[in-house]
């Protein structure tokens, strides 16, 4: 019995394989279908490029990343490019959470709070590729107990990225045999559909955003991390993306308290919170991006509860574009000037029992977490 349990933990994670190909000679594994090309490295199982159709039938790489796949385990910033930062994303409040009246302690990374789990999340970790063909890829990864500080019991985790004409799914099961651990996920996807190349803007706000499910967000403070409060967006307010389609990001740029929105002492524009998904029919597009400028309009379907929208405030410039991206006059990654779209579980649901969220956000014997989303790329 316990080896056939054994087994049945390993094939679901992933972890009993056949031979996989080797990437190519740039160190990435590639997926293709008609109109989508995707490419990874086992770093943080990082999503490096993601080739789809413009306006024009051009093929446009619309994540960010680097150039040298040798710089994602040194960059400092460790901005977590298109990767999944497990094994509980996001906040930990005052890095503390409760489970079976045991408190566990985290890693305080960001202020007095935990960010991701710490520093040595899986966004840090090289993940194992245990399943490729030419339409999808699967990698796996072990967190043994405490490899992130306050991290109880051995993880065993898997994501598969496959590609068909114009839709890039995610999948992704995790299980923690041994003990109840926290357990949430997320692919933490940075995108500019214009690829930095428009010429009257590299900022993010031309693009446009329609969360028709979403009215409701969670009110954070300073730094980012929710109070408990569950608000309603007005039409038109700063929040609101739901009341009309196609409303620009920077909409509301001109309204008292865009430019501090986010927090930071007030050096925060724009977004870095969480968006409830509510009432949404089965497979509804809770998401819409899109680009009046390349004309790409990308559409997320999830099973998740809602979403994290970050328009890239603490990017300083400093960090240079690929070479499938930007302009002889663009060739850094400056403030606002990118998306990230994190569809997960309620930020520090783990420490606010009264949203319902927590048996959500803890795995342990017995129980298989689960997390699927998938992308549409189409034209407008």
């Known amino acids: 019995m316990r080896s056939s349990l054994l087994f049945h933990v390993l094939a679901t994670t992933g972890y009993v394989t056949a031979q996989v190909p080797k990437p190519g000679a740039d160190g990435k594994y590639t997926i293709s279908s008609s109109s989508i090309k995707a490419q990874f490295i086992p770093y943080g199982a990082t999503l490096t490029n993601l080739f789809v159709k413009d306006k024009n039938g051009k093929d446009v790489d619309v994540v960010l990343g680097y150039e040298d796949t040798a710089y994602y385990p040194e960059d400092p910033g460790h901005p977590v490019y298109n990767s999944i930062p497990g094994r509980y994303v996001n906040r930990i409040g005052h890095g503390k959470y409760s489970i079976d009246n045991n408190t566990f302690t985290t890693e305080l990374n960001d202020g007095t709070n935990t960010l991701h789990s710490g520093t040595n999340n899986w966004s840090y970790r090289t993940w194992n590729v245990t399943a490729a063909t030419n339409e999808s890829i699967t990698f796996t990864v072990r967190d043994e107990s405490n490899s992130s500080k306050g991290m109880p019991g051995l993880v065993l985790a898997n994501v598969t990225y496959s590609v068909n004409g114009d839709r890039w799914d995610i999948k992704m099961d995790a299980v923690s045999p041994g003990v109840k651990s926290p357990l949430m996920l997320t692919h933490h996807t940075y995108f500019n559909l214009d690829a930095y190349r428009n010429p009257d803007t590299i900022k993010i706000w031309n693009h446009t955003l329609y969360m028709p499910y979403s009215k409701r967000y969670l009110v954070a403070d300073d730094g ?66 899109a680009s009046p400028f390349s004309g790409i309009k990308a ?36 403030r606002s000037s990118c ?21 959500a956000q803890i795995t342990g014997p017995g129980k298989t977490y689960s997390w699927k989303s998938s992308w549409t790329f189409t034209n407008l």
């Open 339 to 359: 998306v990230a779209i994190e569809a997960q579980d309620y930020v520090d649901g783990i420490n606010h029992p009264e949203w319902g969220r927590r048996d």
């Open 224 to 289: 980012a991390l929710p109070t408990g409060e569950i608000a309603t967006a007005a039409a038109d307010s700063i929040n609101d993306f739901a009341s009309a389609p196609d409303m620009l990001l920077g909409h509301a740029q001109k309204l008292p308290g865009f430019s501090s929105n986010c927090g930071g002492g007030g050096a925060c524009e724009g977004y870095n919170g969480y968006f409830l998904i509510d009432d949404a029919p089965a497979d509804a597009v809770v998401v819409a991006l």
């Open 299 to 334: 559409e997320l379907r999830t099973d998740q509860p809602g979403v994290v929208i970050y328009t890239c405030n603490w990017f300083d410039g400093t960090g240079n574009l690929k070479s499938t991206q930007g302009t002889d006059e663009n060739k850094k990654v400056v």
